[in-house]
């Protein structure tokens, strides 16, 4: 390659092409190397890994939740079945979901909190409509 260098600069001329990059970035009063000085595999990607498993856990979670509560959203008012009944299935599948994909404990405490937590909104709900529905 052809080129002029002028500070930290380097121009390339000839062809149909002519650049100019800089060999070296000045970074707080220090000379940083650029992308050609990379070498494949000396690169710490640590925090590439943890941020790449937090999104794929984030996004598993939000599928089962989203699934969980479409099912038993389907199964009390689309199907008709009853909500209790409908709750129970709902936790069977979520339980088996979560094993099926290896999830931790903390899935089932949180499938668990939302069986217990539509438990007593359904129940709350039933005795309302007795007590006002005749």
Excluded at 30 to 59: C, L, N, W
Excluded at 114 to 126: A, D, K
Aim: hydrophobic share 50%; proline share 1%; with cysteine.
């Amino acid at each position: 390659m052809t080129g002029v260098t002028c500070g930290i600069w380097r121009w390339h001329l000839g062809g149909t092409f002519n650049a100019c990059y800089p060999l070296k970035i000045q970074i707080d009063g220090g000379t940083q190397p650029m992308a050609s000085d990379y070498v494949r595999g000396e690169m710490d990607i640590a925090h590439q890994k943890s941020t790449f498993g937090g999104f794929i856990a984030v996004t598993v979670w939000g599928s089962l939740l989203t699934v969980v509560s479409v099912l038993f959203l389907t199964l009390a008012f689309a199907v008709g079945i009853d909500w209790l009944v409908s709750l129970i299935a709902t936790a069977i599948v979520g339980g088996v979901l979560g094993y099926a994909l290896g999830m931790k404990t903390s899935w089932y405490v949180t499938l668990g909190g939302l069986f217990v937590f539509s438990l007593v909104c359904g129940g709350l709900v039933q005795l309302f409509g007795m007590a006002f529905g005749g």
